[in-house]
């Protein structure tokens, strides 16, 4: 039986999407990285740089006021724009560690990553957490060697490294001509090509790019010529040819060469996201049966954002539509309730633009506004029930109790932590003791907690105060958990807004003594969150 009309419309335009995430350590130039791949795609005319010159706009995508003054990114941006037939589904994420509870949600959004490496740092412990990430989704990376327009390591040594502390082994793309810090240009490793490139002033706009014949350039370059040869030549005899089946399967990367900052290499990196990262794919559910991509609408909830623009004042879930095509309208069913959720206000959201949403297709992002019911980690659909699998919470390794710092915001204060609570920026623990005047809030790192003190101040008018407590290490209990902490020393159960009791220790050798003190109660660990070196 043929498919119908609409159905092979949502299998063509699902083949054209790749939506993907740029993963990397803090100041390896994620966001900076986000807006070239922007200005190249002419999608913006000029772009900002985190840390650039006087005068230059922070990125678009970085709209908090925190996030420009200390030049981190905190929120996660969704860029979408038509590039070379596809269209791409680009989502930038949090590099710091302290909010990988935030990047684990933007992995469970896409199809493909963008391993951003710094040249002179190669892997750093960040980048190795959320590579994690993407092997255990299973999800294929890229891997951009960035900053070779500043002194760094030697690029068999990054590729060496690569393959011995993640067991990704490298395919070049693209290969530079020059160490780091002297690049004259970028090799393309299968056919010989040379590219050159004129930087702009300041990097604000694209770099001019340039074919140079290879006589050429080996003319005017004959000492970096040979080196690049001579290393292209040993990729070859140790078999680091591209190799499709192993890229999906996540046991090879391609690796580029470039300078985001320079806008050098971010063209070719858009061409090799179009030609070789995976389209959507049908997803399973929780019950581990694909829905299809041309089933009935469905889509998994993966961020929940408030104060988004101070204009507006609204709440938008960003939904990641797996099936169906979505229709600005349609009414949903909401998979954790039942109930009905209707989207009228459907937009696409980068910084703080917003553009109307009129149709979506598996593997985009939809933002929906006024999303007061929804949480990361829901489902919504029409006609068939599905449930995605929940996104896991981050084992939290710091707490304080929060308290407002005017008694007459107690309202204000209230409503304030209920809402950063669903948006999923903190988890918010409550015990009898201590009453909701004064919830626990539980971080990853602390930096989520000035996050919330500045969101409580700006947006609700409720400034905080915050006792940090001693503890270090939750575990997942029950009842009997509660009952038997309740007379020990230097640890306690708290309930997290979901209901699920977390017992909190010191530290860890104080947890191991209540496991052994009281073998029969459940102490499960939560997904890690942190990384160490």
């Not at 490294?161 to 001509?177: A, C």
């Amino acid at each position: 039986m043929s498919e119908s009309p609409s159905s092979d419309r949502i299998v063509d335009e699902a083949r054209r999407r790749r939506s993907f995430a740029v993963i990397s350590h803090p100041d390896a130039g994620k966001s900076t990285l986000t807006e070239a791949l922007a200005l190249h795609a002419q999608v913006i005319d000029s772009a900002g740089a985190v840390h650039g010159k006087s005068g230059r706009k922070g990125v678009t995508s970085d709209w908090m006021e925190m996030e420009r003054a200390r030049g981190i990114s905190v929120s996660s941006a969704v860029l979408q724009f038509d590039y070379a037939g596809a269209v791409i589904n680009l989502l930038d994420t949090p590099g710091h560690g302290d909010f990988s509870e935030d990047t684990y949600r933007v992995l469970a959004a896409v199809d493909a990553a963008v391993m951003l490496l710094d040249a002179a740092k190669g892997l750093e412990p960040q980048t190795l957490k959320l590579f994690d990430v993407c092997r255990s989704r299973h999800i294929p990376v890229i891997t951009f060697v960035n900053k070779w327009d500043r002194p760094g390591r030697e690029a068999l040594e990054l590729l060496d490294e690569v393959e011995q502390r993640i067991g990704l082994r490298p395919m070049p793309v693209t290969w530079p001509l020059g160490v780091a810090g002297e690049l004259r240009g970028l090799i393309e490793v299968s056919t010989g090509e040379f590219t050159r490139f004129t930087r702009a002033a300041g990097g604000a706009t694209r770099a001019s790019a340039e074919a140079v014949a290879a006589d050429v350039i080996a003319a005017e370059e004959p000492e970096f010529w040979a080196t690049a040869q001579d290393e292209i030549a040993l990729l070859a005899e140790i078999g680091a040819e591209f190799d499709e089946k192993d890229f999906l399967s996540g046991k090879a990367t391609p690796v580029l060469f470039g300078a985001a900052l320079s806008n050098i290499g971010v063209a070719r990196l858009l061409d090799a996201l179009v030609a070789l990262a995976p389209p959507p794919a049908e997803r399973e559910d929780a019950e581990g049966r694909p829905r299809a991509i041309d089933a009935p609408l469905s889509g998994l909830v993966f961020k929940v954002q408030a104060g988004m623009d101070k204009a507006h004042r609204d709440r938008m879930a960003f939904l990641r539509i797996n099936s169906g095509r979505f229709e600005r309208g349609m009414v949903l069913t909401h998979g954790a309730t039942g109930k009905p959720f209707a989207t009228k206000y459907a937009q696409s959201v980068f910084g703080n633009q917003r553009t109307t949403v009129e149709e979506a297709f598996p593997g985009d992002i939809v933002g929906l506004v006024n999303a007061n019911a929804l949480r990361p980690g829901d489902t919504l659909y029409a006609e068939d029930p599905v449930t995605f699998p929940a996104i896991p919470s981050f084992a939290p390794e710091h707490f304080a109790v929060a308290r407002t710092a005017d008694a007459g915001k107690t309202k204000q204060f209230r409503r304030g932590i209920e809402q950063l609570d669903g948006e999923g920026v903190i988890q918010v623990l409550r015990s009898d003791m201590r009453g909701d005047q004064a919830p626990v809030l539980a971080a990853v790192g602390p930096l989520q907690f000035d996050v919330v003190a500045a969101r409580m101040a700006s947006e609700f008018s409720a400034p905080i105060r915050l006792d940090v407590l001693p503890y270090q290490i939750a575990r997942v209990t029950d009842e009997a958990g509660e009952a038997a902490l309740s007379s020990q020393s230097e640890c306690e159960v708290l309930v997290r807004s979901d209901g699920v009791r977390l017992a909190v220790f010191s530290n860890k050798w104080r947890m191991e003594v209540v496991i052994r003190k009281f073998p029969d109660i459940p102490f499960e660990p939560l997904l890690a969150g942190t990384v160490t070196d």
